[in-house]
Structure formats: structure tokens, C-alpha cells
């Protein structure tokens, strides 16, 4: 059975970092882009970066450029968000996801959930005072 599994979420107050970690099973991870998703309470869910398989090209959304960093380690099967800097609008459960190969601009921001083939279960990062 393939699946995503994601950990490292919590409580962090606010400026502090967390870093997230997807780990796949029954499949490998070098033929497929990761992403990572989040939803916020009351809000739709939102890709806010994402990698791609072959050259290891990175993409983020506006929200997050500049804090977050994403990267894979294939011979682990996992990947990862690193979490800078974050303040209470990152607040929400945050999801890695895959699809083949590529991924872009395009398949981040609201309203692309179905751009992507395979979801884990979410972990919930909290940033709070």
C-alpha cells in the first residue's frame, strides 16, 4: 500500500522553526515531485512548495518564500520542510503530497489538490505565544 507519512509538527511560538518530515512507503520517491500542503482553520488548503523529481528544482509560494525550504533525500525515501521564521498565519495542518516527476507554479496556491496523486494524513503545526 503506498502512503505518506508526516511528522514533525507542534507547537512552536512565534519566530521559532520546525522541520517537518514525509516519509513514503510501499513506493519510491525518485520518479515523483513532493509537495507540501496546508490548511489553516476556516481557510482552503493551500501548496506552498514543492520539488521536483529529476533535477531537484524548488518552487514556494509567496507566503512562504523566503523562510521555508524543502528538500528529499531519495535513499531514505523522505523529504522535508525546514521552517523558518514563522509566525502565526503558518498555523494550520500541513500535508506532503506527490505527483510524476514535474511540478511548477502552477500546482501551488488554493484550489490545486487535485494536480496532486497521493496525500499523507497531515501533521498539525501550531505557532503561538
Known amino acids: 500500500q503506498w502512503r505518506l507519512v508526516e511528522s514533525g509538527g507542534g507547537l512552536v511560538q512565534p519566530g521559532g522553526s520546525l522541520r517537518l518530515s514525509c516519509a513514503a512507503s510501499?513506493?519510491?520517491?525518485?520518479?515523483?515531485?513532493i509537495g507540501w500542503f496546508r490548511q489553516a482553520p476556516g481557510k482552503e488548503r493551500e501548496g506552498v512548495s514543492c520539488?521536483?523529481?529529476?533535477?531537484?528544482?524548488?518552487y514556494y509560494g509567496d507566503s512562504v518564500k523566503g523562510r521555508f525550504t524543502i528538500s528529499r533525500d531519495n535513499a531514505k525515501n523522505t523529504a522535508y520542510l525546514q521552517m523558518n521564521s514563522l509566525n502565526p498565519e503558518d498555523t494550520g495542518v500541513y500535508y506532503c503530497v506527490v505527483r510524476a516527476y514535474v511540478c511548477y507554479e502552477k500546482v501551488l496556491g488554493r484550489g490545486k489538490d487535485e494536480a496532486w496523486d497521493l496525500w499523507g494524513q497531515g501533521t498539525q503545526v501550531t505557532v503561538s505565544s
Open positions: 510501499g513506493f519510491t520517491l525518485d520518479r515523483y515531485a
Open positions: 520539488i521536483t523529481s529529476r533535477d531537484y528544482t524548488t
